[in-house]
């Protein structure tokens, strides 16, 4: 079956660090662009990061743009999200997701596989 799990979330005071892992099973890693969103309480999904299928094209939203990098081992199927300067704001439930197709895609409804979500609480 294929599946998508997340690890790495928790506490952690304003101005530090996190690094997220997404474990992929059950398809060519390689041949899947890959991202990352968070929802935080009573809003929408949103856009983090996303990285194309050979790591070699990444995009970011701006909020996050300079803090966060998004990487990937293929070799190990995982996906990951380094977060520093974490600010309060950036306090959400954090989601990787795959898509068919190596290109990288902004948008939630471009992706057809998702993780159960990490929690990210960042404390002021």
């Known amino acids: 079956q294929v599946q998508l799990v997340e690890s790495g979330g928790g506490l952690v005071p304003a101005g530090g660090s996190l690094r997220l892992s997404c474990a992929a099973s059950?398809?060519?890693?390689?041949?899947?662009?890959a991202g990352w969103f968070r929802q935080a309480a009573g809003k929408e999904r949103e856009f983090v990061a996303a990285?194309?299928?050979?790591?070699?094209?990444?995009t970011y939203a701006d909020s996050v743009k300079g803090r966060f990098t998004i990487s990937r081992d293929n070799a190990k199927n995982t996906l990951y999200l380094q977060m520093n300067s974490l600010q309060p704001e950036d306090t959400a439930v954090y989601y990787c997701?795959?898509?068919?197709?190596?290109?990288?895609?902004?948008?939630?409804?471009?992706?057809?596989?998702w993780g159960q979500g990490t929690q990210v609480t960042v404390s002021s």
């Open positions: 990285v194309s299928g050979r790591g070699r094209t990444t």
């Open positions: 997701a795959a898509r068919r197709g190596v290109l990288l895609a902004t948008t939630p409804g471009n992706y057809d596989l």
């Open positions: 059950g398809r060519t890693f390689e041949s899947s662009g």
